[in-house]
């Protein structure tokens, strides 16, 4: 069985697909497609089968729904932090015209 999940770098898109090495009654352990099945445990990832958020995902379409989502509160956060960059910078503009 093959799962999948979307990366990015660089505004480009990838598709990473990993091999699952065994399956448990709660999920699957996976490791990157072309590693040897006996790789370093640092390589392994457990999915929980019933979890919200995972990791990796059975379908492409599953993967690239969570991908999305995934991203939308990335810039969710990072619109959060330049507003509050925003703002201090005009308080130390302010503090700068003050003196």
């Known amino acids: ?38 790789s370093d445990k640092r390589d392994r ?5 019933y979890s919200i958020k995972r990791y990796a995902y059975e379908t492409k379409g599953g993967a690239l729904l969570n991908f999305i989502k995934r991203m939308e509160r990335h810039i969710m956060f990072l619109e ?13 503009i302010k503090m700068e015209d003050s003196q």
């Open 1 to 38: 069985m093959i799962m999948y999940r979307y990366k990015q770098s660089c505004g480009v898109l990838y598709l990473l697909e990993y091999d699952v090495l065994r399956e448990t009654p709660k999920g699957k352990f996976i490791t990157p497609k072309g590693l040897c099945r006996l």
């Open 45 to 49: 990832r457990f999915v929980i089968n």
């Open 80 to 92: 959060h932090n330049t507003e509050t960059a925003k703002m201090a910078l005009n308080e130390a």
